[in-house]
């Protein structure tokens, strides 16, 4: 069973620049998450998805950051304009609906805002 | 809300000693616990995790940990660690709202040294 799959695996940009992040998470999970993990942090979730509809935001800066998830299966995750404290690492991860305690965690994408 | 505190942010530990990561967790309603690890520049694998039943649960590489209720944690033990147990070892927390599970809410992480 391949794993999430996230692109880029590194980006570097200057600050006030867009940057956009791809997930593609385990084949039929219906739940995909992003989160952002700032350096020597723990993750911190930014937005849950159930299919294609949001359930939980609450901490994503929406006034830089967006994403979506069309059709339910692969997500975007974009920041615009980009600020230094946005350098970071985004993992996303996805999960089934039996067995939905478990979030499977891809390999991440390293910003770096210069 | 949840919240998660690991007391220890970094661990020495000789090789082939026992080691404890210590969890603890507040939440006002019932949470589901886990713990993950992240090796060096990569994502984070699930190592072990509390759903019901049993309060001591075995995970993946001959780690263990036990829920505590009373005293709200969950504490991560292994009796003999090797080298290649060097990682980051996140504690977090997750509960159930009926839209499926909700995200995580992680610790700040413990970072196991072993030394040889």
């Known amino acids: 069973e391949a794993g999430v799959a996230q692109s880029p695996r590194y980006k570097i940009i200057e600050k006030r620049q867009s940057v956009a992040f791809w997930c593609n998470p385990i084949?039929?999970?219906?739940?995909l998450y992003w989160y952002q993990q700032i350096l020597g942090q723990g993750p911190k979730l930014l937005i849950q998805?159930?299919?294609?509809?949001?359930?939980?935001d609450s901490q994503l800066p929406k006034d830089r950051f967006s994403a979506e998830r069309l059709k339910g299966v692969d997500s975007t995750l974009k920041i615009q304009p980009a600020k230094l404290e946005d350098s970071a690492v985004y993992l996303c991860?996805?999960?089934?609906?039996?067995?939905?305690?478990?979030?499977?965690f891809g390999p991440g994408t390293r910003l770096l805002v210069l | 809300a949840q919240s998660v505190t690991q007391l220890d942010s970094q661990v020495p530990v000789f090789e082939e000693a026992p080691v404890e990561l210590r969890c603890n967790y507040s939440?006002?309603?019932?949470?589901?616990l886990f713990w993950y690890v992240q090796y060096p520049n990569q994502g984070l694998q699930l190592l072990l995790k509390y759903l019901s039943g049993s309060t001591l649960v075995k995970g993946i590489n001959g780690f263990e940990a036990e829920f505590n209720k009373s005293q709200t944690s969950f504490h991560l033990r292994k009796p003999s660690v090797h080298i290649s147990d060097t990682a980051e070892y996140f504690c977090a927390v997750s509960s159930y709202s009926g839209g499926g599970a909700d995200g995580l809410t992680f610790g700040k992480g413990t970072h196991l040294i072993i030394q040889p």
């Open positions: 991860a996805s999960g089934p609906i039996q067995g939905w305690q478990t979030q499977y």
């Open positions: 998805f159930q299919n294609n509809g949001v359930v939980d």
């Open positions: 939440s006002s309603v019932s949470v589901y």
């Open positions: 084949s039929g999970h219906a739940t």
